[in-house]
């Protein structure tokens, strides 16, 4: 007896998890499907696999002796799948956060086409991280603090994250100084790594912002609002280099007054580097970087 894949994949999840909503974010699902894969689960093999509690989810005994067999098992399926894709020659699975993809290679990509046009790119887009165990992605673009062990993590580039505005806003309040920000509504992206706090510790650190008028999950939408004059942004001069480019933003206060991080990597695992496909695109990638 078998039990179908997606409750295996569901129970593996939510043990390594040790959460049913992570769980949920990471396979693409509901935290109550999760939870019917693992009643159906429990079910069809006559075992408590979970304790739950007000302090969240532990495996039983049994649960952890079944997550040993399972999980290699699982690995295994990966690395089948591994072995089998990169048998098929030209191809590249790319996974990007969203306005990373929109805003900074999505404009660049038609270089990498013309270059390599016999590589078939697939892309998708969004926050939860790939899980390389599933042997669906090549390569993942990820945003954040780099916290991810056994796999190779390489910074795209130093950014600068300062306040941005469109120029009509800038002339219309008379920003000169760090102080008049505290007169006008600040834009945020809720994910991003520089906070307004951070940047007025370092630039007016007398003061600190009461509220953030406008809050956001993308940078993208963050930029728009600043595009629309709705207020000030603080976002990366990378992400928002084709609406400085074009004029509709600009930096309210210049470069010296931005907060320099790196915050976007190459993630994958060392294994995918043999991948012709890979190697040409991390090489292409590392180039356009250099050139920003």
């Given at each position: 007896m078998i039990p179908p894949l997606s409750a295996l994949q569901a129970f593996e999840a939510v043990a390594r998890r040790r959460s049913f909503s992570l769980a949920a974010t990471e396979l693409h699902l509901t935290p109550s499907a999760i939870s019917h894969q693992?009643?159906?689960?429990?079910?069809?093999?006559?075992?408590?696999?979970?304790?739950?509690?007000?302090?969240?989810?532990?495996?039983?005994?049994?649960?952890?002796?079944y997550l040993q067999r399972v999980g290699n098992a699982l690995g295994a399926i990966s690395t089948a799948t591994d072995a089998l894709r990169h048998g098929v020659q030209d191809s590249l699975y790319l996974h990007c956060s969203p306005s990373f993809a929109s805003l900074w290679l999505m404009p660049r990509i038609a270089c990498f086409a013309q270059r390599h046009p016999g590589i078939s790119l697939v892309l998708s887009a969004s926050h939860v991280h790939?899980?390389?165990?599933?042997?669906?992605?090549?390569l993942d673009i990820r945003y954040g603090l780099p916290t991810w062990p056994h796999l190779e993590v390489e910074p795209i580039f130093s950014e600068k994250v300062l306040?941005?505005?469109?120029?009509?806003?800038?002339?219309?309040?008379?920003?000169?100084?760090?102080?008049?920000?505290?007169?006008?509504?600040?834009?945020?992206?809720?994910?991003?790594?520089?906070?307004?706090?951070?940047?007025?510790?370092?630039?007016?650190?007398?003061?600190?912002?009461?509220?953030?008028?406008?809050?956001?999950?993308?940078a993208m939408m963050s930029l728009d609002a600043a595009v629309q004059s709705l207020g000030v942004a603080l976002e990366s001069a990378c992400l928002g280099q084709a609406h400085i480019a074009s004029g509709?933003?600009?930096?309210?206060?210049?470069?010296?007054?931005?907060?320099?991080?790196?915050?976007?990597?190459?993630?994958?695992?060392?294994?995918?580097?043999?991948?012709?496909?890979?190697?040409?695109?991390?090489?292409?990638?590392?180039?356009?970087?250099?050139?920003?």
């Open positions: 693992l009643a159906k689960l429990e079910s069809l093999l006559g075992v408590r696999l979970f304790e739950r509690s007000s302090r969240g989810v532990d495996l039983t005994p049994a649960g952890h002796s790939s899980d390389f165990q599933l042997g669906l992605v090549d306040p941005l505005a469109s120029p009509e806003f800038i002339r219309k309040h008379a920003l000169h100084t760090p102080q008049d920000l505290l007169q006008v509504p600040l834009i945020q992206s809720m994910i991003n790594v520089a906070q307004w706090p951070e940047w007025f510790a370092r630039f007016e650190p007398a003061h600190r912002p009461e509220r953030i008028a406008l809050k956001f999950d993308r509709r933003l600009q930096p309210v206060f210049g470069d010296e007054m931005s907060l320099e991080v790196q915050a976007h990597f190459l993630v994958y695992p060392a294994r995918h580097a043999a991948r012709p496909e890979v190697r040409m695109f991390l090489d292409w990638i590392r180039e356009e970087a250099r050139a920003c």
